[in-house]
């Protein structure tokens, strides 16, 4: 069974940087794209970031020069590094591990993280 477990998330003044981590089990990490999305209340989830099995990026607008995501398929981890953080970004983080290699379909997701920015 897949688990996906997120840590790092917490309350930071706007400005200030955070560094996500989600650590995967249960199948082969290095070949499946993996990702992060993001839920501020009453809001639909959306996609932040995702990285393919061959390391290949992709980022929504609004975060792109400041949002950082990585993977290291030796310790089964992808990260989500943030900094320039804004009140906006705030909302619940959640990993995600997609079908295939490529990000098109998040199948398993993690229990997600609190991120809030104060102004």
């Known amino acids: 069974q897949v688990q996906l477990v997120e840590s790092g998330g917490g309350l930071v003044q706007a400005g200030g940087s955070l560094r996500l981590s989600c650590a995967a089990s249960g199948r082969t990490f290095s070949a499946y794209a993996m990702g992060w999305f993001r839920q501020a209340p009453g809001q639909e989830r959306e996609s932040v970031a995702a990285i393919s099995a061959t390391g290949r990026t992709l980022y929504r607008d609004s975060v792109k020069g400041r949002f950082t995501i990585s993977r290291d398929n030796a310790k089964s981890t992808v990260y989500l590094q943030m900094v320039s953080l804004k009140p906006e970004d705030t909302a619940v983080y959640y990993c995600?591990?997609?079908?295939?290699?490529?990000?098109?379909?998040?199948?398993?997701w993690g229990q997600g993280t609190q991120v809030t920015v104060s102004s």
């Open positions: 995600t591990s997609y079908r295939t290699a490529l990000a098109l379909t998040p199948n398993y």
